[in-house]
Structure formats: structure tokens, C-alpha cells
């Protein structure tokens, strides 16, 4: 099989492709080979491109510019994925466009399965339901994986980010009233495979197991740190509310767990949980840097 990738080396497409490469032919293209911005130049490339499979990992993805810059937001997370299908469609391709937990308003208590209504707060999170909506319009068999705080090693995330300033400073905090489900990259790698192994099409959620707030997530990543002995100055996250984030430009949705339920009922696969995957993700690819 042919596996072509737009968006090979963000967090999550630079993991799909070394995965992938192991066992499939995989074109890959960054945003300097093909820019989503660009629909002349997708036309081009993609079709000139021979694959089985086509994988969308591109996207415009900040939440706050996006408020401010509407038609770059849709071009980029809605048009452009919608060519992208047409292109696949039109050489009988399976095409897998990732999506985003930021089409929910975060209201909701429980965790959001594929069946509850979106209701995004953002023009990022609108430009994203709308992407979905116009690649599943194209074909139903389609995939469309909904994502939520990805991490992994090709990228750089927040939980790298609280690492690193753990480093430097005893003085860290985190939002605590904001919760969602991490994602490990290598381990969304190996559970999008068993999506087309099983001919999964429409919208299905991928996350590990369990949900936290950002601080949580933090104070776990630093507690694994010290375990391991990695030196750092900080041992505690202290917290702070979404609402004392002035940066903030663009409301985002305060719960957004995802349901897995859809994908263990097709696979038999439980992913597990967010813990075990930041501590295996810490042990491989920060303590043994």
C-alpha cells in the first residue's frame, strides 16, 4: 500500500510516517512542500502523487490568530481538506483528515462521543467541524479522527514545555479548570491502523484513557521526571483558572474528554490510559536524551 501524508513532520504526521515507513511505500510532505493555503499547488502535487491512502495532518491550529484571521482559518482547515478528499475520491483513495476536540462548546460533563452535537466556541474550532463536514460531504467513506493535546517526540507540547521551564524556574503554573483527553502520538499511530485495517469511515475519537485538567498533566509529568531522576527545580504546579488567561483571545471549551467507546467496539482495542503513555513517552524520549 501507497500512503501519502500532508503534514509529515508536525507532531502527529512525523509519527505516522516513521511508523508507516516501516511497512508501506510513504510520500511525505511538509508545509514547505505543500502549504494548505495553496490550492493551485495542492492540485499539483496531489495529483501527481500516486497513493492508497491519503492522510490529513495539516492544519491552521492557532486557536487565538484564527479569531482574527477567518478566511486563512477556512481556506486552510475547511477548503483545502475538502480538495484534498475530491483528489483522493478521484483516484479511488481512502482519505483520513484529523479533526479536532474544539468543535465541542465543552459544556458537557461526560465524555463527548461521535454522536454528540459540535458546538465549536472559536472560528478555529468552526473552521475545523466545517473541514469535517465538507470531506465526509465528498465521500462517506471517508475517515475523520478527532484528536485531542497531542504529545510525542517530533514535536514539541505543552507537557515539554512545562519540562522545560521546570528546568529553569520552582515557580510554575497550569490551568486546573480546564480538562481534556492527551493523546500520545506513536500510540494514535498504531491505533489509526486498525482503523483501515477495519474499513472505519464517518467520525471516530481517538485519545488514551482518562481525562485531567493542564495542571494535572503537568504535575504528573513532573512527578515522573523526579522519579526518574531527571533534575529540575520545580516540584509543584500551582494553578490558575482559565479565566486569569488575558492572552487568551479565543474562548476554549473547558470539557472535552473524548469517548473511545466507538473505536474499542470496532477494534477490541482499549487505549490506554494518558498516564502510562506520559510516563513511557518521558522514559524513551526525554530521560534518554
Known amino acids: 500500500?501507497?500512503?501519502?501524508i500532508i503534514g509529515a513532520v508536525?507532531?502527529?504526521?512525523?509519527?505516522?510516517?516513521?511508523?508507516?515507513?516501516?511497512?508501506?511505500?510513504?510520500?511525505?510532505?511538509s508545509r514547505r512542500q505543500l502549504d494548505l493555503g495553496k490550492l493551485d499547488q495542492i492540485r499539483s502535487l496531489v495529483s501527481e502523487t500516486e497513493f492508497d491512502l491519503l492522510?490529513?495532518?495539516?492544519?491552521?491550529?492557532?486557536?487565538?490568530?484564527?479569531?482574527?484571521h477567518r478566511e486563512e482559518a477556512f481556506l486552510i482547515n475547511a477548503e483545502a481538506p475538502h480538495l484534498l478528499a475530491q483528489l483522493a475520491n478521484g483516484k479511488a483513495a481512502k482519505f483520513v483528515h484529523i479533526s479536532t476536540d474544539y468543535v465541542f462548546d465543552g459544556k458537557q460533563q461526560v465524555p463527548y462521543t461521535e454522536e454528540d452535537e459540535p458546538a465549536p466556541l472559536s472560528v478555529y474550532g468552526e473552521s475545523k467541524l466545517e473541514g469535517e463536514?465538507?470531506?465526509?460531504?465528498?465521500?462517506?467513506?471517508?475517515?475523520?479522527?478527532?484528536?485531542?493535546?497531542?504529545?510525542?517526540?517530533?514535536?514539541?507540547?505543552?507537557?515539554?514545555?512545562?519540562?522545560?521551564r521546570a528546568r529553569e524556574t520552582d515557580a510554575i503554573t497550569a490551568v486546573a479548570d480546564k480538562f481534556?483527553?492527551?493523546?500520545?502520538?506513536?500510540?494514535?499511530?498504531?491505533?489509526?491502523?486498525?482503523?483501515?485495517?477495519?474499513?472505519?469511515?464517518?467520525?471516530?475519537?481517538?485519545?488514551?484513557?482518562?481525562g485531567c485538567s493542564w495542571q494535572e498533566w503537568?504535575?504528573?509529568?513532573?512527578?515522573?521526571?523526579?522519579?526518574?531522576?531527571?533534575?529540575?527545580?520545580?516540584?509543584?504546579?500551582?494553578?490558575?483558572?482559565?479565566?486569569?488567561?488575558?492572552?487568551?483571545?479565543?474562548?476554549?471549551?473547558?470539557?472535552?474528554v473524548l469517548s473511545t467507546a466507538k473505536f474499542t467496539?470496532?477494534?477490541?482495542?482499549?487505549?490506554?490510559?494518558?498516564?502510562?503513555?506520559?510516563?513511557?513517552?518521558?522514559?524513551?524520549?526525554?530521560?534518554?536524551?
Open 55 to 68: 492522510i490529513n495532518c495539516a492544519a491552521l491550529t492557532n486557536v487565538d490568530y484564527c479569531e482574527s
Open 133 to 164: 463536514r465538507r470531506v465526509l460531504e465528498v465521500s462517506s467513506n471517508n475517515l475523520v479522527i478527532r484528536l485531542s493535546w497531542v504529545f510525542g517526540p517530533d514535536k514539541p507540547s505543552f507537557i515539554d514545555q512545562i519540562m522545560q
Open 265 to 289: 467496539a470496532l477494534t477490541g482495542v482499549k487505549p490506554r490510559h494518558w498516564r502510562e503513555a506520559v510516563a513511557e513517552y518521558i522514559n524513551a524520549h526525554v530521560f534518554r536524551k
Open 1 to 4: 500500500m501507497k500512503i501519502a
Open 10 to 29: 508536525g507532531r502527529l504526521g512525523a509519527a505516522l510516517a516513521r511508523e508507516y515507513g516501516r511497512d508501506f511505500e510513504v510520500s511525505g510532505f
Open 180 to 210: 481534556s483527553s492527551p493523546t500520545y502520538a506513536l500510540d494514535a499511530a498504531s491505533w489509526l491502523r486498525l482503523t483501515w485495517d477495519k474499513d472505519a469511515h464517518g467520525i471516530l475519537h481517538l485519545a488514551n484513557n482518562g
Open 218 to 256: 503537568a504535575q504528573y509529568a513532573i512527578d515522573v521526571c523526579r522519579s526518574l531522576g531527571i533534575s529540575l527545580k520545580a516540584e509543584r504546579i500551582g494553578a490558575v483558572s482559565l479565566a486569569d488567561m488575558k492572552n487568551f483571545v479565543a474562548k476554549r471549551p473547558v470539557h472535552t
